[in-house]
């Protein structure tokens, strides 16, 4: 599959700097890391939470886990996770579980934690489980400030905001 037309028409329309890189298929966001020969905190997942008032998509390193109580409490929300059905229906243009980082291009707000600033590079799903997108730390902070993603450490232990 190649990326979905709207991540690279998002890509081209903001002017982002990014290359691809192929790997061998991958089940996993770990599985991708390795197979992709890059370290795993490098490597940005996007979990989908929803609650009564929508969608958010939340961006951290393959590395961690969400931790929707804090989450909930940062976002005055009451989050749990979206279905693979609704993820199949929001991002019918992606492979199951390939989510990019790329809210807006999808309608719906984001939230990225503050720890993902800490690589050099960063690596996220195009859309399919055969190939990621490389950018630099600078290029993918502006996306996120782009998408008006909000900033906030929400993976563990002491939040901030």
Same mark, same amino acid.
């Given at each position: !599959? ?9 890509? #081209? ?30 490597l ?9 008032h ?5 961006? =951290? ?17 009451? =989050? ?6 609704? =993820?199949?229906? =929001? @991002? ?15 309608? #719906?707000? !984001? ?28 290029? @993918?902070?502006? #996306? !996120?400030d #782009? ?6 450490? @929400? ?7």
């Amino acid at each position: !599959m190649a990326i979905p037309s709207r991540v690279h028409e998002f890509m #081209m329309e903001h002017g982002l700097r990014y290359d691809v890189l192929s790997h061998p298929h991958s089940h996993s966001s770990m599985d991708t890391a390795h197979l992709a020969r890059i370290p795993a905190s490098s490597l940005a997942k996007s979990v989908v939470l929803e609650d009564d008032h929508g969608y958010l998509m939340a961006v =951290l390193p393959s590395t961690q886990h969400v931790q929707l109580g804090i989450l909930s409490r940062v976002m005055h929300r009451e =989050l749990r996770l979206a279905s693979e059905s609704e =993820l199949s229906e =929001l @991002f019918g243009d992606c492979e199951a579980g390939a989510v990019p980082p790329l809210g807006a291009a999808y309608g #719906m707000r !984001m939230i990225v934690d503050e720890s993902i600033a800490d690589q050099d590079e960063i690596y996220f799903e195009s859309g399919d489980h055969e190939k990621i997108i490389q950018m630099s730390r600078s290029d @993918f902070m502006t #996306m !996120m400030d #782009m998408e008006n993603a909000q900033r906030v450490h @929400f993976t563990g232990g002491n939040w901030r905001h």
